[in-house]
């Protein structure tokens, strides 16, 4: 069989399909809702929830072709993208997955079935060696006896450092969640064959190649140290595709497949490389991949989590193409064919394409201003490099002052051998991320130490009140069993009505109370699938099985709830104004006003914004009806409904509709019932937050009044300020600083006539050096250019000179030095500024004639000025004799 791949991820959808497994899509590469994750490295991660038993799932039986990105915690694959020929930061695996259904023996049959049955993908079966886990004497016996594999080509992995599951046959996606014992099948791309386990093991991952990876999910991890049984069993494989298209395509590398050659010609075209094996072409070709796919997420480079990752992908490529000699930009021009190439995987990428073309259009421009540089400088310190090591300092210049992405400078040092001092440069970095005090928000969900299995079931969206039941207490992150009068903690119900922060809403506050003892609610947040109401005992104590009501703030959430429609509403707004390129990236909505972050290159007029603000009012005063629906996620997406940071995957979705054209959205957040409620909408601020993404804020209802009836009753003061009605404040203001602009240069005219006077005086007052005029005088309140006019005064008159003015305005002070151009062989200006500003920690330049600075320390120039009076003394004495 020599097919495309496009056709073999097709045939391998066919043949689950056959088996009764339900085809869904590969979902987002962000795995919504789960911050172990930064990116989606398995095909399983979607189901997680299904295979943790907390979720579920109508269908026993799924199969996919899963976009996964290996470029970051447990799974990275970043650092051998080009070096080997199997790896990738992107790539797509296939996988069959079974929840509560068939296990171990179905498993593995389909699997040598696809792989090696006349119909499928008929691979010759002598070239197919299995690993399983030592432990694992089913998966053995399947193996040997069901499949009659020969006993010399079932080769069982053991342990490593005797650390029990640490081994390559125990599957896990991250540092904790679901995971067990796995077989894998590698295909032998030797041409002798071999019969014994230390050849294969020597020639693991070179000779033989992992294919497909069947994992039987039977535990949970809790913590490095906590792994618990599971009550279902459950399948999940894992087969890359890029892979299994090599075989099938008979190369020996997965850059060799079709995909991976359409896009090496194509950078090739670009550079002047004609080897189509050069390993930069390989690197570019797998990295346009995974940029184009992770910003077709709405992610964008930035210094931070996942724009971080993005950035540093898209500049490893760039300093590729560098390397190949391409010298105009050519990235974004690749996301055209990668298009054609991925078949049916592309149609993300052609919703997006301008998006993306443009996004890595603006890093390729931002990145090579500094690129060539930054090269230089690493070039220049590798060559000095006596040992083998560059220091932790030039990394982190690099990365500080040219944005080299730490991979990308060891990316160019592993080409030399030489290594980097990884420590101090992890030292300096941990050094300024402590003085700017970056708050991180990814370790911060990560540091969550309260870790809870439980539901909740949330009453909030119709009542305010409910009766319940206390089924869990954390107090200093602890499970306890009661909390007592004056103790903070967290409280986690049977049911509620608080709403737990999520999807840019904040919790509710409120309390829960019984006869007699009450908790203040001041906090509510989400701990996986249950709701935790945070705060405090005021009243008697609570304990577990307690029966409670819940009260929520009623008048905190009504303003919340305006926010958070008038949010839909401005979403749906932005979209019909600036085009569908207009994406969420961020929202806060809260009770006293709203922040919406959407991806929008272009400055925002004023007239823009008020005609956002036109049609939202439009559509507040239309007073319609909110409606939300319970649908499939087929028919929300039937109906285009928006769909952000929310789990796609959810088989019934929640959409919130105004009017059945205007705005439809999957949200979990609480609405008012009527548009009208809003009362009015009233944006207070817009701002850029980064390159290519721009910041709303508004208010709702009461707080939209005070906020204009605050700027009104200022514009009332200004008018009494400033003596005249409302209406004429502008013409008042032009009138006064039309007014003072005559006065300014009223005072310069005098200051200049002024100056003409100092000149004289200052010319009385000269010491003399051995003939030559030193000057020195501070000002008060000057203007600093009458000092230049000065200065150029004295060197005139006096031809042989040295002239120190200093002004000082408040407690500040500015200085410039002048030294006529026939003392500059002994002193200069800037030699003297130089003295000065290591004196006084102010800042200067300038050249030999004349040099001009400034800075905060007053107190000590008049000393500073006997200093250097008396070093001009030496200065010129030392020359002359
Ligand atoms: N989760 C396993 C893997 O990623 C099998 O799908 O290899």
Redesign the pocket.
């Known amino acids: 069989m020599n097919k495309t791949t496009n056709e073999i991820r097709q045939k391998f959808l066919n043949f689950f399909e056959r088996k009764g497994h339900v085809i869904l899509p590969s979902s987002s590469l962000i795995p919504h809702n789960d911050s172990t994750l930064l990116f989606t490295?398995?095909?399983?991660n979607q189901f997680k929830e299904f295979f943790l038993g907390q979720k579920k799932i109508c269908y026993p039986r799924i199969a996919t072709a899963q976009h996964?990105l290996r470029t970051g915690g447990k799974?990275n694959d970043l650092d051998n993208v080009g070096y080997t020929s199997k790896h990738h930061t992107f790539f797509e695996?296939l996988?069959n997955f079974s929840f509560s259904d068939y296990f171990k023996k179905e498993a593995i049959e389909y699997a040598w079935e696809l792989l090696t049955s006349k119909n499928w993908f008929n691979i010759p079966k002598n070239k197919l060696w299995i690993s399983v886990y030592k432990d694992d004497y089913e998966t053995y016996e399947i193996w040997a006896n069901i499949i009659q594999i020969p006993t010399e080509r079932i080769i069982k992995i053991g342990d490593k450092n005797q650390s029990k599951y640490n081994s390559d046959n125990f599957?896990q996606?991250s540092d904790t969640g679901p995971c067990g014992p796995?077989t894998e099948i590698f295909y032998d791309y030797g041409d002798k064959p071999i019969t014994n386990s230390v050849e294969f093991l020597e020639n693991k991952n070179d000779r033989f190649i992992e294919i497909w990876?069947?994992?039987f999910i039977e535990f949970n991890r809790i913590s490095k140290t906590k792994i618990v049984s599971l009550p279902n069993k459950s399948i999940?494989?894992?087969?890359g595709l890029e892979r299994i298209s090599a075989v099938l395509q008979n190369v020996n590398s997965n850059y060799d497949i079709d995909i991976f050659q359409e896009l090496i010609k194509k950078v090739a075209l670009f550079s002047c490389v004609k080897d189509l094996n050069n390993i930069s072409l390989k690197i570019i070709a797998d990295h346009i991949r995974s940029c184009a796919y992770i910003i077709a997420e709405d992610i964008i480079p930035s210094n931070e989590n996942r724009g971080y990752v993005l950035r540093r992908i898209i500049r490893r490529a760039l300093r590729h193409g560098h390397k190949i000699g391409i010298k105009k930009r050519f990235f974004y021009k690749l996301v055209d064919v990668l298009i054609q190439v991925m078949g049916t995987s592309a149609n993300i990428l052609k919703e997006k394409k301008e998006q993306i073309e443009e996004i890595l259009k603006t890093e390729e421009i931002q990145f090579y201003q500094t690129l060539d540089k930054g090269l230089k400088i690493l070039n220049h310190e590798l060559k000095k490099t006596k040992n083998t090591i560059l220091s932790g300092e030039t990394a982190f210049y690099l990365y500080d002052t040219f944005g080299f992405p730490i991979d990308l400078t060891a990316d160019i040092c592993r080409e030399r051998n030489i290594k980097i001092d990884y420590i101090n440069y992890k030292l300096l970095k941990e050094k300024q991320k402590k003085q700017s005090n970056i708050k991180n928000k990814f370790h911060k969900d990560y540091s969550n130490t309260v870790i809870i299995n439980d539901t909740c079931l949330f009453e909030g969206y119709k009542k305010h009140k409910t009766a319940s039941v206390i089924k869990h207490i954390f107090v200093k992150n602890q499970a306890v069993q009661e909390i007592l009068i004056n103790e903070t903690g967290i409280i986690f119900l049977d049911t509620t009505t608080f709403y737990g922060e999520s999807g840019g809403q904040v919790g509710d506050i409120g309390e829960l109370y019984h006869k007699n003892s009450r908790f203040i609610v001041e906090d509510t947040k989400k701990y996986g699938n249950t709701i935790g109401h945070i705060g405090k005992i005021i009243l008697g104590k609570m304990q577990i099985n307690d029966n409670v009501y819940t009260k929520i703030d009623k008048n905190y959430r009504h303003s919340i709830q305006l926010n958070h429609s008038a949010t839909h509403l401005l979403h749906a707004t932005l979209r019909k104004i600036f085009g569908k390129n207009v994406h969420q990236k961020g929202s806060l909505v809260n009770s006293t006003y709203l922040r919406f972050d959407f991806s929008y290159s272009k400055p925002i007029k004023l007239s823009e914004i008020q005609e956002i603000e036109h049609i939202i009012n439009m559509k507040i005063r239309d007073n319609i009806l909110i409606k939300t629906k319970k649908l499939t996620l087929e028919e929300a997406k039937k109906k285009n409904a928006m769909c952000l940071f929310e789990n796609k995957y959810d088989s019934i979705v929640r959409v919130v509709f105004i009017n059945n054209d205007f705005s439809i959205e999957l949200c979990g957040g609480t609405h008012t019932k009527r548009t009208g409620d809003i009362g009015l909408f009233k944006i207070t601020s817009q701002s850029s937050i980064s390159s290519g993404i721009k910041r709303i804020e508004a208010k709702t209802g009461q707080k939209a009044i005070d906020y204009l009836h605050e700027k009104d009753n200022n514009i009332k003061d200004i008018s009494l300020i400033l003596n005249c009605n409302q209406y004429h404040i502008k013409e008042k203001i032009h009138q006064i600083i039309k007014q003072t602009k005559e006065l300014e240069k009223k005072i310069i005219n005098f200051q200049q006539q002024e100056s003409l006077d100092y000149v004289k005086t200052l010319i009385k007052h000269a010491n003399d050096i051995k003939g030559i005029k030193f000057i020195s005088n501070i000002f008060y309140n000057y203007e600093h250019k009458l000092l230049r006019i000065i200065v150029d005064k004295l060197k005139k008159e006096l031809k042989k000179t040295i002239v120190i003015l200093i002004n000082i305005v408040k407690n500040r002070f500015t200085i410039i030095i002048g030294v006529t151009e026939n003392l500059t062989n002994d002193v200069t200006a800037i030699s003297i500024m130089n003295i000065i500003m290591k004196k006084i920690h102010g800042n200067g330049g300038g050249k030999k004639e004349i040099a001009e600075g400034g800075g905060i320390n007053t107190k000590q120039l008049p000393m500073i000025l006997n200093h250097i009076q008396l070093w001009i003394n030496t200065q010129l004495k030392n020359k002359k004799e």
């Open positions: 490295n398995a095909g399983m996964c799974h695996m996988g599957w996606m796995s990876n069947i994992v999940d494989t894992g087969m």
